[in-house]
């Protein structure tokens, strides 16, 4: 039986890194507790289950059911369901990701108990042994603690990189099992017509260490060309403010925000971003932001490091040839 218990994601069979993190995240709260940290895969095989536990499990459940061949969302709340009943965790971890964000609420109704969203930090209370997590509210402006009421699971959804994966350790022992929830097909109310790709260069916008972000200050599509060589040369990616993108200038596939991506850069480069709440809250955990803003009152520099008030069109062109100078250097 798992203590703690965490939703794992695969992607064409690899395990995503969201895993490893909650994997993480789900130890700091057993080295309290003193319970097991199990892992929950979905269509799993044998492969991903040993390394979930060199990364931290004691247990894998592969979850094994032809209904879940599509990986659609009814079918996979229904088999998480059977999972909790069968292993019966006192904590459940899920990723705060584009599957996440609905398996999460939907199955903490399942099971009857409360969901804390969007944290970025979970411990146990050494003398409760309850989860108390922390998670930003007012639009990122301030951060609350929340814990649970007696009832379990204590169900949390917790962002991408909030925590980082603990080194794999292949000497690690654990079991792998496997659980067929025989799912009737009934379960599934929806059906999957089409998977359209999306074709992506470089590095994904919420795994990348550096960012380069543009905003509504730019004035129109055309400099995020800049923004895409100053990316290009920190082997970094572009993210976009939500006024761009419903502006058109970019997709929304570049949004950063409370309504966009999550990121969680070393490094954050802003080009006219004033700093709303609402973007400050997708980017708040960067460990450095650099803006440039001709507004010397713009939000953004009350969460900079460093800050260049001035016409971006002035600042940037001479940035990029010294950024470019030094990597060529």
């Known amino acids: 039986m798992a203590g703690v218990l965490v939703i794992g994601e695969l992607n064409d069979d690899a395990l995503q890194s969201?895993?490893?993190?909650l994997l993480a995240a789900g130890r700091r709260i057993a080295d309290v507790t003193g319970e097991n940290v199990g892992v929950a895969?979905?269509?799993g095989?044998?492969?991903v289950g040993q390394e979930t536990i060199s990364l931290g499990a004691d247990n894998a459940y592969l979850v094994q059911d032809e209904v879940l061949a599509e990986m659609q969302l009814d079918?996979?709340?229904a088999a998480l369901e059977k999972v909790c009943s069968e292993v019966q965790p006192s904590v459940v971890l899920i990723g705060r990701t584009l599957a996440g964000r609905d398996v999460g609420p939907r199955l903490a109704f399942r099971l009857g108990v409360g969901l804390a969203q969007d944290c970025l930090q979970v411990e146990a209370d050494a003398n409760s042994g309850r989860v108390v997590a922390v998670r930003p509210v007012y639009g990122g402006n301030a951060l609350a603690k929340v814990t649970f009421p007696d009832a379990n699971p204590q169900m949390v959804v917790m962002r991408a990189k909030a925590y980082e994966p603990l080194d794999a350790d292949d000497s690690r022992a654990g079991e792998v099992s496997i659980i067929n929830p025989g799912l009737d097909s009934s379960v599934v109310k929806a059906r999957l017509v089409e998977t359209v790709s999306q074709a992506a260069e470089g590095v994904r916008l919420e795994d990348a260490n550096i960012v380069v972000g543009g905003g509504r200050g730019l004035g129109g599509p055309e400099p995020f060309d800049q923004l895409?060589?100053?990316?290009?040369?920190?082997?970094?990616?572009?993210g976009a403010s939500r006024a761009v993108c419903d502006a058109g200038w970019l997709d929304h596939s570049y949004q950063v925000g409370l309504t966009g991506k999550t990121i969680t850069p070393d490094l954050y480069i802003t080009v006219g971003i004033s700093g709303a709440s609402q973007h400050m809250a997708g980017c708040s955990a960067s460990k450095n932001i650099i803006a440039i803003n001709r507004d010397a009152d713009a939000n953004i520099f009350k969460s900079a490091s460093f800050g260049v008030v001035g016409d971006w069109k002035n600042v940037?062109?001479?940035f990029i040839e010294t950024v470019r100078e030094l990597v060529n250097s």
């Open 18 to 21: 969201i895993t490893g993190e």
């Open 41 to 43: 895969l979905l269509n």
């Open 45 to 47: 095989g044998d492969a």
């Open 75 to 77: 079918a996979q709340v």
């Open 228 to 238: 895409e060589d100053l990316a290009r040369l920190l082997g970094g990616a572009v």
């Open 316 to 318: 940037l062109p001479s």
